[in-house]
Every structure is written in structure tokens, then in C-alpha cells.
């Protein structure tokens, strides 16, 4: 499966600010997503990120809160806008080839917001 | 809706054979994945089925029943380095996400 690079690796952040997570993929993938991982939780997908339009959004997740850009098929942003302490958790960003094939992940950025 | 179960945490012994059930309901279905994830790090895929049967991978072996809505996970001969938390996770609809269940710790004792 390709590679994803994801940066920052881990960063911590002022409450009120925001910051934009990168993923970078060495191919072009069909499918990308953003996930969020609380501490000794399992993942839960924020969005679907579209190359060229708008991303779909999971319930609960808004876009006002998480915008995401995917310019092209082989990169991804997310964006975690006006941050709060509870949004302090492991964001992952993830592709796939098609539906046959697996999903795989970037190695997650770890935010703290304080 | 979406829903999927697997139990929380499970022991097991050094060398012994431990077996991680997972049950799902998802709109859309199109596959199930096992995952391992160790701690601080990204999840790796171990197994994917999409029919139903057994899928044999080395010392992981996988199970699916799609009537049932239901998957295990087989790993056999057990090795401390397989403790780890293991994840379920379905393919829902057509847009190739996938939905994860809460994740099994495992822990592998001498």
C-alpha cells in the first residue's frame, strides 16, 4: 500500500487558535479520510475528503469546526479551527485504493490544547 | 444505524490460541478489516473478508459471516509483541469509509 506522511507528529496549542494538519501520499489514492482518536479510544471518522468539492461530513463533525482541503489526490488538510481542551486527541488521516483494498494511515498527529 | 461490538479487553497466555469476536451492523456493507494498533502508533492491517468463510494470513486467520453479522479474529501461537489493541472495522456504502468498533486490548502474559 502507498505511504502517508503526516505533520506535525504532535503539537500543543493555545486554546482559541487553530491549526491545519498535512497528509501527503507517495501515490495517488482514490479515498481519503480524517479520523479522531481519544486517548485509549477506538477511531471516529470526521469526514470523507473529496478531491475538487466539499468533504462529507459525519454526524457531529461540522465544517465551520473542521474544514478540509484535497486539492489533488495524492494531499489532504484538516484544519481544527477555535480549539478547545476537548479537542485535544490523535487526528489521523487515512487512504484507500478502492473498496477491495485496505485502508492505511498516516502515523497521527497528537494535539494538545491547553 | 451503525453499530459494532467486540469485547473491550482479553488475556491470554504465551504460545496459546485467543479468539476476538466482533459483531456489526452497517448500512451499505462491503467488507470487514481487522486492525492491530499498538500504542502511539497508527494502525496496521492485519485481514479483510468480504465473503463469506475463513481467510488463513500465517498466524492470523480471519472469519466472516455475513448473515450473522459476524467476524473473528484467530491468532494463534501467541508472541508477547501480539499485545496490542486490535480493531474491527466495516466498509459502509460506496464512498469506501470505513466504521470501527471500540478496539480489544490484548494482552499476551508469559
Known amino acids: 500500500s502507498a505511504v502517508i506522511s503526516q505533520k506535525p507528529s504532535r503539537d500543543i496549542c493555545q486554546r482559541g487558535t487553530s491549526l491545519t494538519i498535512q497528509c501527503q501520499v507517495d501515490s495517488q489514492v482514490t479515498m481519503m479520510f480524517w479520523y479522531r482518536q481519544q486517548p485509549g479510544q477506538s477511531l471516529t471518522l470526521i469526514a470523507t475528503?473529496?478531491?475538487?468539492?466539499?468533504?462529507?461530513?459525519e454526524s457531529g463533525f461540522v465544517i465551520d469546526k473542521f474544514p478540509i482541503s484535497r486539492p489533488n489526490l495524492t494531499f489532504s488538510t484538516l484544519t481544527v479551527s477555535n480549539m478547545s481542551p476537548e479537542d485535544s486527541s490523535i487526528y489521523l488521516c487515512?487512504?484507500?485504493?478502492?473498496?477491495?483494498?485496505?485502508?492505511?494511515f498516516g502515523q497521527g498527529t497528537r494535539l494538545t490544547v491547553v | 444505524g451503525q453499530n459494532i461490538d467486540q469485547p473491550t479487553e482479553m488475556t491470554a497466555t504465551e504460545g496459546a490460541i485467543v479468539q476476538i469476536n466482533c459483531t456489526y451492523q452497517?448500512?451499505?456493507?462491503?467488507?470487514l478489516f481487522w486492525y492491530q494498533q499498538h500504542a502511539g502508533e497508527a494502525p496496521t492491517f492485519l485481514s479483510y473478508n468480504v465473503l463469506d468463510g475463513l481467510e488463513e494470513k500465517g498466524r492470523f486467520s480471519s472469519f466472516l459471516s455475513r448473515s450473522k453479522g459476524y467476524s473473528y479474529l484467530l491468532l494463534k501461537e501467541l508472541q508477547m509483541k501480539d499485545s496490542a489493541s486490535y480493531l474491527c472495522?466495516?466498509?459502509?456504502?460506496?464512498?469506501?469509509?470505513?466504521?470501527f468498533g471500540q478496539g480489544t486490548t490484548l494482552q499476551v502474559k508469559p
Open positions: 472495522a466495516a466498509g459502509s456504502g460506496n464512498t469506501g469509509k470505513l466504521i
Open positions: 452497517t448500512s451499505g456493507f462491503n467488507g
Open positions: 475528503a473529496n478531491q475538487g468539492s466539499e468533504a462529507t461530513y
Open positions: 487515512s487512504g484507500r485504493q478502492g473498496l477491495n483494498t485496505e485502508a492505511f
